[in-house]
């Protein structure tokens, strides 16, 4: 099956500095990787989509500048949060599809904490 | 029009017993309806996935049954074991974009 990691699995860091966050899918070249964020109890929440080698398109009420994402291969995305706050602290999590395909291949999430 | 309401929030099956959750939405356009389980702390792993020309598919213990005219679709889990004990969420694309995801359901097989 289609296998999709993320890095770090956990990251702990201080506000107002910035992390970066990778998704890569292992076996198949993904065309498209989006990115969630998910609170607890709560669903995912689409923050962008991504496609190799174009600008993200970011849902409305996301900023842009402050979550970058960058998709410059077939097989990775990444995402930085730039000068995070504890209110950035979240379970993130990419997902990819290969192309031609409606199927989404999720990462085992990111948790972020800033303190 | 492009939500996915999702039922029950919560659910509590026996072990051997079935579980149902219920999806509905507005959109006739999409084309493309999965359904994932989530574990705690966990990525979401796609379980079985249907598309509206076909009525019910299963696999193993999981069944959709998918109802066009209703615009529903639901996931049947038949003799539930501790071990289905997650949050499931239904979703729906159009031609391969973004996923609309339902509200979840926490799921607990006791035993």
């Known amino acids: 099956g289609a296998v999709v990691s993320q890095h770090p699995s956990w990251v702990i860091c201080k506000s107002g500095t910035s992390v970066k966050i990778e998704c890569r899918s292992l076996?198949?070249?993904?065309?498209?990787m989006f990115w969630y964020r998910q609170f607890p109890k709560q669903s995912l929440m689409l923050m962008a989509t991504?496609?190799?080698?174009?600008?993200?398109?970011?849902e409305q009420g996301v900023e842009k500048d402050k979550f970058l994402i960058n998709h410059a291969s077939l097989t990775l995305s990444t995402l930085t949060v730039t000068s995070a706050h504890p209110e950035d602290s979240s379970f993130y999590i990419c997902?990819?599809?290969?192309?031609?395909?409606?199927?989404?291949?999720f990462g085992p999430g990111t948790r972020l904490t800033v303190l | 029009q492009q939500q996915v309401k999702q039922s029950p929030q919560s659910l509590i099956v026996q072990k051997g017993g079935i579980s149902i959750i219920n999806c509905a939405y507005e959109?006739?356009?999409?084309?493309?309806f999965p359904w994932y389980q989530q574990f705690p702390g966990k990525g979401p792993a796609l379980l079985i996935a249907?598309?509206?020309?076909?009525s019910e598919k299963k696999e193993g213990r999981f069944t959709i049954s998918f109802n066009k005219s209703a615009k529903q679709f639901s996931l049947h889990i038949m003799d539930s074991q501790p071990g289905d004990s997650a949050t499931y969420f239904c979703?729906?694309?159009?031609?391969?974009?973004?996923?609309?995801f339902g509200q979840g359901t926490e799921l607990s097989v006791k035993p």
């Open positions: 997902s990819a599809s290969a192309p031609g395909t409606d199927t989404q291949y």
């Open positions: 076996d198949f070249q993904a065309t498209t």
């Open positions: 991504s496609n190799e080698g174009s600008k993200a398109t970011y």
């Open positions: 959109n006739t356009a999409f084309d493309y």
């Open positions: 249907i598309r509206p020309d076909v």
């Open positions: 979703a729906a694309s159009h031609q391969g974009g973004k996923l609309i």
